[in-house]
């Protein structure tokens, strides 16, 4: 299982902020936290990903706390098109040849005008 | 422009038919996955493969099995396909840690 929890749904006003909350307690020194989304049955889509600092692209903020026990994904100017379910995700090590992805339910974040 | 690819889009098969979803990736990444995902449900990882001849189960148990003889190409194969087996079935690929995951379009099948 995912070793993250996120609230089941948000809303957000067009042109607000969004900010998408997200637990992972558990998280080990080493585990990076990753965030993607999912549009309409999609395939998903990378948003962000960091270890224990900050972080900043063209789409979204990651603000990790200093315990990393949680972090929050921050769109900055949300649109009716990051209407989406919104993914955290703590990379589970599966062997010693690499590690992978485990999804949990995510949050729905609905944009509206 | 998508530089990972799932064919077909969409397939509707009868029971008991073998089918081959097709996954290709043009990124030379080592590792592929494939996850499974019902309508309105989270995705379960099925299957991995960290490079060429190895795969791996993931947490869904899954009666579906894969192959990786070439580093671009990771098809899943259901020998015999049951209404169970309806769902939508992704394919994504990475580079390695610290980097994201390409995620393709997915294959919905749909067994009758």
């Known amino acids: 299982d995912a070793k993250t929890t996120q609230p089941p749904s948000m809303d957000c006003a067009e042109g607000r902020a969004a900010n998408l909350p997200c637990n992972h307690s558990?998280?080990?020194?080493?585990?990076?936290v990753y965030w993607y989304r999912q549009i309409h049955s999609q395939g998903p889509q990378y948003i962000i990903h960091?270890?224990?600092n900050n972080e900043t692209n063209e789409m979204a903020s990651l603000i990790i706390t200093e315990d990393r026990k949680s972090s929050t994904l921050i769109l900055p100017h949300a649109t009716l098109r990051d209407t989406a379910v919104y993914y955290c995700i703590v990379r589970v090590s599966k062997n010693q040849a690499g590690t992978a992805l485990i999804f949990g339910k995510g949050t729905t974040l609905s944009v509206s005008s | 422009e998508a530089d990972i690819y799932q064919t077909p889009r969409y397939l509707v098969i009868g029971t008991g038919k073998k089918i081959t979803l097709e996954c290709s990736q043009t990124m030379g990444h080592d590792k592929m996955y494939w996850y499974q995902q019902d309508p309105g449900m989270e995705l379960h990882l099925i299957h991995y493969s960290y490079g060429v001849n190895s795969t791996e189960k993931g947490d869904l148990s899954s009666e579906s099995t894969v192959s990786r003889i070439r580093t671009e190409h990771f098809p899943l194969t259901l020998e015999s396909a049951r209404p169970s087996h309806t769902s939508q079935y992704l394919c994504a690929s990475s580079a390695g840690t610290g980097r994201g995951y390409t995620f393709g379009s997915g294959t919905r099948l749909t067994v009758v």
């Open positions: 960091g270890l224990k």
């Open positions: 558990t998280i080990s020194g080493n585990e990076y």
